[in-house]
């Protein structure tokens, strides 16, 4: 019977390049299945607390990269699709796949998805300030563009988070009930007396959202359904958008779904503005300009992007950890990050109302 990939390092007390030696057997017997002879490997990132790997490959046929998705094998076919159908039939800049001597994208083994795709090389980063953040924006526009028309192949989940988005909003209001009772019975915890403070503020910010969503387009936008949208790339950042041959590439698309694609450019401007300290709006026209340059912004997909906005997004992203392990997330650090985040969030909405009122149809009035 098949060894299976379990997580190896669920408790993070191994070097974060560990590889167990069944994996590095396992990954030989795939390199076995191309046809190119590997002259060194090295460990990139692992994720060994789900099982998943990347490695860059030096070959006899250029560098590449050897990949174990974490997730289940039929969702990673859907990621696996995706990438195949945005080179091959868009051709997008994301890295191409690299077939099998017997014409597969993919090796199965271990209950997990391996696959091959070329490295590409140069790539960097681009500069932290707002004309790279303009850059990262026209990027994610473009893919957003270009994956409209996927369809998984068969035996492909189909990952969509496209109705989801109510449940999603009634989620975070829930859980800020939880907070104040997690808070109140841990109440010796540094951080518990700021979350008691705070998230009533935040509480009443969610269910606003809620509202303004239920009365907004989505479920007639919505209905135009998966294939129309296209896919979100879900973790995408100045580490998954770079400079390289041609212009800015999109890289790990592993966790790709069908989705309303303004929620990856809200991520990332939300993200911006977190690493600023504060909301300028200058940075947020200029990503959201780049931004429709290469996929249009409709009136109503801008509502949408407003509303998302006005969800406490950065609050919730860094307190829900307290509701796994009060006794260790409830700490000093916590206390003085939701200060700051409460400190954010009043330039918020200011700018927010700007926007409202200055932002549409791709240019400030």
Known sequence: MEQLITPWDSDEILDDLYVPQYIEEMAQQVINQYDFKVNSMEVITTKADKGGLIWKINTSKGPKSLKILHRRPSRSLFSIGAQEYLVNVKKARVPPIVKTKSGSNIVEMGGKIWFVADWIEPLYQV???IEGAKLLSNAIGEFHQLSQGYVPPKGAENASRLFRWPNA?????????????VAKLYSEMP?????????????????????MLEQSSYQQMVSKGNKEWGLVHQD??????????????????????????????????????????????????????AYNEANPI???????????????????????????????????????????????????????????KEWRGGNRK
């Not at 041959?245 to 990332?268: C, E, F, S, T």
């Not at 949408?304 to 919730?316: C, G, M, V």
């Open 298 to 356: 409709t009136d109503d997909l801008f509502e949408i992007l407003l509303i998302d906005f006005s969800l406490p997004n950065l609050y919730y992203k860094n307190v829900k950890e307290m509701l796994i392990e009060p006794t260790i997330a409830l700490n000093s650090e916590l206390d003085s990050v939701v200060q700051r985040i409460v400190e954010i969030d009043k330039t918020k909405w200011p700018i927010i109302e700007q926007l409202r």
């Open 191 to 211: 951080a518990s007396r700021t979350i008691l403070n705070t998230v009533d503020i935040f509480e009443e910010q969610a269910k606003k959202a809620l509202t």
């Open 127 to 129: 500069s932290a300030d």
């Open 236 to 289: 995408y950042g100045w580490s998954n958008g770079q400079m390289g041959p041609g212009g800015m590439w999109i890289i790990d698309l592993d966790g790709v779904a069908y989705d309303i694609p303004i929620r990856d450019l809200r991520k990332l401007i939300t993200g911006s503005m977190d690493d600023l300290g504060k909301w300028d709006i200058n940075w947020i026209v200029g990503m959201l300009e």
């Open 169 to 181: 909003y009634k989620k975070i209001v829930r859980k800020m009930t939880w907070f104040k009772d």
